[in-house]
């Protein structure tokens, strides 16, 4: 190589640029040195040989983590178009060695005092600020302001990536826009020192260590790919002796390391990446586009939109690089931009809308690529056990997020869904669950699905728990169940352990769960942890769980809420209080609904009968005691009703009582709300009976103008969450006047939209379409018309 005598070859870079990755690609060729040193932790050079096997598909990112705590990990991403990963390649293809120089990540993840060594993700890439840094001297800004550019993205496209395919034809014309950056570079750390990049002190004496020993082997033959920020720091002529001084007493762990998939989106700025790019995919096409980027670029989008179902046709691609074109020779740039191709396609294929602008700017700028690491690579027990799971299951693992609906009478689909609810025990969030669209049903489940690099690390963690994601989430259950210390968080376990299907964890989690449900007196928390139970006793329906002792628990905890529920709702309770225990009522009134209706819960017959009389008895203590808030009275009341165990004449009662002078006014509000309120059809109730609604309308009317202000609010929050039409119906009958006034006019009383009588004959030819969806469809024709 020409430039031996001099040293060896420094190529200063930019982390995830297509133009520095094709430059490098031309110098190794031009150069053709005898072996290739690489910015990165060499913990990695054990594992640099996978990156020539077939299965090796970039993105993919070098992942280092703590021996002894996963959780201290740290990612080297590396894209098919960063010039890392193009040097690595050029080595394995040329047959030299390559070998990583940075600072180990023994190091780095180990801490300690004084500026800490960090990991690529944390550094800047050329003209990027780091986290965690408050004054940092950025290159690409000041080499931009420089040369006359206020956008130093802008600045970089024109000079190195609208640079042609290959620097050149000869040596020195490959090299040249290395020599030209590292002397930008040199005159900004001669100027700003080391621009507020202290850490990059120590990592540099590492490189420079590394550099000797290849220099002993390789003589100067040799040529080193680095962030362009290091390189005159690399060229400085410094000791061994300071070099080791300081690097001298760095704290150090045991790391392992191994190979991951990364994602395009997770090279994005926007995805959290420190040192990333804003537009990985754009990038990615600069890259393997050979010629016409941008007319290539435009029919990508083009095909992207029509895939939308957008009239995108050849004439709007021909117009769109047209008027890019004439953009780019406006703005003084060599080349269209994707500033000028983004403004284009939103003039010419978008209609000047950013809404399809916006998919493009997703799904093609920043993308969805997700890479492949081949069977080979070193893992952990529980990835391989995962990954072996997942492609069983049919679940392969997607940078783009989507939603999978499961059917859970389907074999399949149910060990997809404990698969997930497994890995959500383990910390690992590959799924989400959401509502399903199809039904409500115990047998359908919806997820949303997104993999992210992330998990890797969580899957690291959780391994400690296990080799097999089954053995692994039952011992992590058996031990939350173990440390939980309330009873909500043990039957919320239980409640995951029936989903994930773990019968070998349930019995220790139910031992904790009796234990500690026989040790709380909390009425709060105790009716906080009975509907995951009931909920928990709904699953044996459809996967076959045994949940018998799961319903004995149940049973005894619906007992002593039964016993402790009324003294605790006359204890003096404030306004926040009653509304917290108002909601308790309600997720208690609808567990007890599902035990006493699970197949696998509570026996029929006796034992159902007695918790819905037991809890009824409840309901109405509440309603007809004084020192309950008038909140919760109204809410018993309301239950009460919707179960039919009190007539409608009671209701009003009990409405009349709570409505009349001598009760409070913000009392009286707070019974309207727990009545009427929380949206749970209580609008529609007065709609339909206008006796309630007259005694409301009364009540109203009554109140003293001093106290009206107080209440308002109560009634805003109560009315305000009827849907409009309910709203508008309601504003309609009090407009018309009280009900008592049309009857004695002769006038039979009615909802809008509503005859005052049933349409008899209409009702009847209902009955058979009613019977045949309760299933008892066989008896329509017997029914007597009229019956």
């Known amino acids: 190589m020409s430039t031996a005598a001099a040293g060896p070859l420094l190529l200063g870079v930019r982390h995830h640029g297509p133009g520095s990755a094709r430059a490098v690609r031309a110098a190794l060729e031009a150069a053709r040195p005898a072996a290739v040193l690489v910015e990165g932790p060499p913990e990695g050079d054990a594992l640099l040989h996978l990156a020539a096997e077939p299965g090796m598909r970039p993105p993919v990112a070098l992942l280092a983590h703590a021996a ?171 000791t061994v ?117 916006a998919l493009v700017e997703d799904r093609l700028v920043v993308g969805d690529v997700l890479g492949e690491v081949p069977d080979t690579a070193p893992a952990v027990p529980l990835q391989r056990d995962l990954t072996r799971r997942q492609r069983t299951l049919r679940l392969k693992p997607e940078a783009r997020e989507r939603e999978l609906e499961l059917d859970l009478r389907k074999d399949t689909d149910a060990d997809r869904s404990r698969l997930l609810h497994r890995l959500r025990l383990l910390g690992i969030g590959w799924g989400t669950p959401t509502a399903s669209r199809g039904g409500t049903g115990t047998f359908r489940e919806t997820w949303r699905l997104c993999w992210e690099p992330e998990l890797s690390v969580r899957v690291a963690e959780a391994g400690v728990w296990g080799t097999t994601v089954a053995a692994a989430a039952t011992a992590r259950a058996e031990a939350d169940a173990a440390a939980a210390g309330e009873l909500g968080e043990v039957t919320s376990l239980a409640e995951q352990c029936l989903l994930a299907g773990l019968s070998g964890a349930l019995p220790a989690v139910l031992r904790a769960l009796a234990d500690r449900a026989a040790l709380d007196t909390d009425v709060a928390r105790l009716a906080k942890a009975l509907p995951a139970l009931a909920r928990s006793l709904r699953y044996g329906d459809v996967r076959g769980t045994d949940t018998a002792a799961l319903g004995t628990v149940a049973a005894g905890l619906a007992e002593r809420i039964c016993v402790a529920l009324p003294p605790a709702c006359a204890a003096g309770l404030d306004a926040d209080a009653a509304a917290e225990l108002r909601g308790h009522l309600d997720a208690v009134h609808g567990a007890v609904g599902l035990l006493c209706a699970a197949s696998g819960g509570l026996a029929a017959g006796p034992a159902e009968a007695g918790l819905r009389d037991r809890w009824g008895a409840v309901l109405r203590t509440l309603a007809g005691r004084d020192r309950v808030p008038g909140l919760i009275r109204g809410r018993a009341v309301r239950l009460l009703l919707d179960d039919g165990r009190i007539a409608v004449e009671e209701t009003a009662r009990l409405m009349g009582l709570a409505l009349s002078p001598a009760v409070a006014p913000a009392d009286a509000a707070g019974w309207i709300e727990g009545f009427a309120g929380g949206g749970a059809g209580g609008g529609t109730l007065l709609v339909h009976d206008e006796r309630l ?58 909802p809008q939209g509503f005859a005052p009588d049933l349409d008899q004959t209409r009702a009847d030819a209902m009955v058979p379409l009613a019977l045949l969806l309760l299933g008892a469809g066989a008896g329509a024709d017997a029914r007597p018309a009229g019956g």
Not at 158 to 183: K, M, N, Q, S, Y
Not at 731 to 743: N, Q, T
């Open 68 to 238: 002894d705590d996963p959780g201290r990990a740290a990612f080297w991403p590396l894209a098919a178009f960063s010039p890392e990963w193009v040097a690595i390649r050029w080595a394995q293809d040329a047959g030299v060695p390559v070998r990583f120089i940075d600072l180990p990540a023994a190091h780095s993840l180990a801490g300690g005092p004084g500026p800490a060594p960090g990991p690529p993700e944390t550094e800047p890439a050329a003209g990027e600020s780091g986290p965690g840094e408050s004054v940092r001297l950025d290159p690409l800004a000041a080499l931009a302001g420089a040369a006359g550019y206020d956008d130093p993205e802008r600045w970089w496209e024109d000079v190195v990536e609208h640079r042609g395919a290959e620097a050149g034809d000869t040596t020195a014309d490959a090299l040249a826009p290395f020599e030209a950056i590292a002397g930008a570079m040199a005159a900004l750390r001669e100027s700003g020192g080391d621009g507020g990049h202290g850490r990059d002190l120590v990592r540099e004496a590492y490189m420079r260590q590394r550099m000797r020993a290849a220099r002993r082997e390789f003589g100067t033959g040799f040529a080193v790919v680095c962030g362009a920020w290091h390189v005159p720091a690399l060229r400085a002529r410094t």
């Open 241 to 357: 002796a300071a070099d080791r001084a300081l690097l001298a007493g760095l704290p150090k762990v045991k790391v392992e390391t191994a190979w991951v998939p990364w994602t395009h989106r997770r090279l994005a700025r926007a995805g959290g990446y420190g040192a990333g790019i804003t537009s990985p995919g754009w990038y990615a096409h600069l890259f393997d586009a050979r010629d016409r980027p941008v007319e290539r670029w435009l029919t990508k989008v083009a095909g992207l939109l029509r895939a939308e179902d957008r009239q995108v046709s050849p004439s709007h691609v021909i117009e769109a690089v047209r008027l890019a074109g004439t953009l780019a020779a406006v703005r003084g740039r060599p080349l269209p931009g994707l500033p000028e191709t983004m403004d284009a396609v939103r003039a010419v294929m978008c209609d000047g809308s950013d809404v399809p602008l």
């Open 693 to 750: 609604l007259g005694l409301i309308d009364a009540w109203l009317t009554g109140i003293p103008a001093d106290a009206f202000t107080g209440v308002l609010p109560l009634l805003r929050r109560t009315f305000g969450a009827y849907e409009p039409g309910v709203r508008r119906s309601l504003g309609e009958l009090v407009r018309r006047g009280p009900a008592a006034a049309r009857s004695a006019a002769g006038v039979r009383a009615a």
